[in-house]
């Protein structure tokens, strides 16, 4: 007699079934021990590297798993989905490797390097639609496309065969683990991997707490859970783009609730820095959600000598961002700071002002055009610290030395307006 599941839960048998259908379509991936953190914490931290899939996400396990258990008649139609991210890429391989047509709608605005990676997983299966400028334009042209051409869509999380897909991450990890698993952390996003993932942990290794973790710019599942509903935020930052969203899915949540011990928040800039630094210590390339649950253990309480598992969720991290990762992640460490200053218009102006700089301050950013008929003149000026603490300093050196500034970190309007 198979054993039966919590209410909401996705059953075991059904994971495991879904485990059966991606053995020859998605890597075991490897749990790998982090030296440098197992070092840092006094705990025994691992990372699930689902960053190492063919489509360098898990996103594979979700959309293939999903596309199996449609009817025939369903994939001779064909398939749709919405998604500028890793969604796009799962099932545009899966598209590929069970011949099935499918139509992929992403914003207008979304990356090239995307659209072709899309392309190339798909290969001669799979078309792409670009329309509108944001996920909800391209998902009301699948909706659209979905009833006027008969196909099926594929939701990204809000689906039971989605979530049975994502959980098999789950089986692998208490396969791989050399014993208890204390914690395992993951990135939220709509909840389709919390979901599955917890599941799995529920009912088979029900003492594990599970963390989920969302970028404090786009907290969906935590408000929801806050309030015990699922709410929809008015507003969110997209730049965790995997973990970006304004609501989280109908299946998800109660799943989510009921296995999820709690949901951490990290600001976008610890994001960065984290990603940085994974890559500098560790040489991955890892995606800003993908880095979400790494970012998280510093949260993290009484856990020396436990074992962590961070789920590392992605990888697909796009090169040209990375001037803007290392600025976020100076900004939030304190070492860059960018002000509207006040020059006097004469001559050896700027030489009297680099004269109050410490030895260790660099000007990284200077716009300032000469004004005629003006005593004074504003500049845009960017220093980067060798230290946090050296900004009270070259505070106080500024306003000994009577310089008309304004400090514009904190002021988002004035902020996003110049940098």
């Known amino acids: 007699m198979s054993k039966i599941s919590p209410p909401h839960l996705i059953s075991v048998e059904e994971i495991t079934r879904a485990r059966h259908r991606l053995r020859h379509v998605a890597l075991h991936t490897p749990l790998q021990r982090s030296t440098r953190l197992s070092e840092q914490f006094g705990a025994e931290i691992y990372f699930k590297r689902e960053d190492l899939q063919e489509v360098r996400s898990y996103k594979i396990r979700g959309a293939y798993n999903n596309m199996a258990l449609l009817t025939d008649e369903q994939r001779a139609r064909g398939v ?5 991210g890793n969604h796009s890429q799962g099932m545009a391989q899966a598209c590929f490797k069970m011949k099935v047509k499918g139509t992929i709608y992403m914003p207008a605005v979304t990356p090239q390097q995307k659209v072709k990676k899309a392309k190339s997983f798909g290969k ?3 078309t792409v639609v670009l329309t509108g400028d944001t996920y909800d334009d391209a998902y009301a042209e699948a909706m659209k496309g979905a009833k006027e051409n008969g196909w099926t869509f594929v939701h990204p999380f809000n689906d039971h065969n989605t979530i049975a897909g994502q959980g098999t991450v ?13 914690y395992v952390l993951m990135a939220v996003g709509g909840g389709g991997l919390s979901a ?9 290794s029900p003492k594990t707490a599970i963390i989920g973790v969302e970028p404090a710019g786009a907290p969906a599942m935590y408000e929801s859970l806050r309030q015990n509903k699922i709410v929809k935020l008015d507003k969110i930052d997209s730049f965790v783009d995997g973990a970006a969203v304004r609501r989280v899915g109908d299946l998800n949540f109660p799943i989510v609730r009921e296995t999820m011990r709690e949901v951490l928040l990290v600001d976008e800039g610890l994001v ?3 990603m940085l630094e994974l890559y500098n210590e560790d040489g991955l390339v890892v995606e800003p959600a993908g880095s979400l649950s790494v970012a998280a253990l510093s949260q993290l309480t009484d856990i020396q000598g436990k074992t962590i598992v961070c789920v590392i969720g992605g990888g697909n991290n796009d090169i040209a961002r990375t001037a803007e990762i290392q ?8 070492l860059k700071h960018y002000f509207i200053i006040e020059f006097p218009q004469r001559a050896g102006a700027l030489r009297d002002f680099l004269n109050v700089l410490g030895d260790q301050d660099d000007i990284t950013h200077f716009e300032y055009t000469k004004k005629h008929n003006r005593a004074v003149g504003p500049a845009l000026v960017g220093i980067q610290l060798a230290a946090k603490e050296d900004y009270a300093l070259l505070e106080a050196r500024m306003l000994a030395a009577n310089i008309d500034f304004k400090h514009i970190n ?3 309007m004035l902020f996003e307006m110049f940098i």
């Open 124 to 126: 001669e299966f799979v």
């Open 170 to 182: 789950g089986l692998e990890i208490l396969d791989d683990a050399n014993g208890p698993v204390d």
């Open 80 to 84: 749709v989905c919405a998604s500028a």
């Open 272 to 274: 960065c820095r984290t």
């Open 196 to 204: 599955g993932v917890g599941s799995v942990f529920a009912q088979l």
């Open 410 to 412: 904190d002021q988002p």
């Open 327 to 334: 600025e976020r992640a100076l900004l939030y460490a304190g």
